[in-house]
Nanobody, 115 residues
């Protein structure tokens, strides 16, 4: 089970840090990612850490967002800086165990960027 938190209302140019806490242990071999879905749009990958440790970002957030995780705290984070209105969406976290076929999703946290 994943619990996403940290969303909220922020002005353009502001920052937020999202957290995704797992109810069980997470391991470096697990795939973990952040996705978002804006109104009227499909859910898209924002950032992910693969089981091999590779980090991927969608082009629109490169240089502004940072994904990282703390395995000791069973938590993944998304540091979001220089937010723009285009970042407004519900953000979801996802995890897939190494060798597994099941995707586990968090419940989503709303991020609204507006003045």
């Amino acid at each position: 089970q994943l619990q996403a938190s940290g969303g909220g209302l922020v002005q353009p140019g502001g920052s937020l840090r999202l957290s995704c806490a797992a109810s069980g242990s997470i391991f470096s071999t697990d795939y973990m990612g952040w996705y978002r879905q804006a109104p009227g749009k499909q859910r898209e990958l924002v950032a992910a850490i693969t089981g091999g440790g590779r980090i991927n970002y969608v082009d629109s957030v490169k240089g502004r967002f940072t994904i990282f995780r703390d395995n000791a705290k069973n938590t993944m984070y998304l540091q979001m800086n220089t937010l723009t209105p285009e970042d407004t969406a519900v953000y979801y976290c996802k995890m897939r165990r190494y060798g597994g076929v099941t995707d586990y999703w968090g419940q989503g946290t709303q991020v609204t960027v507006s003045s």
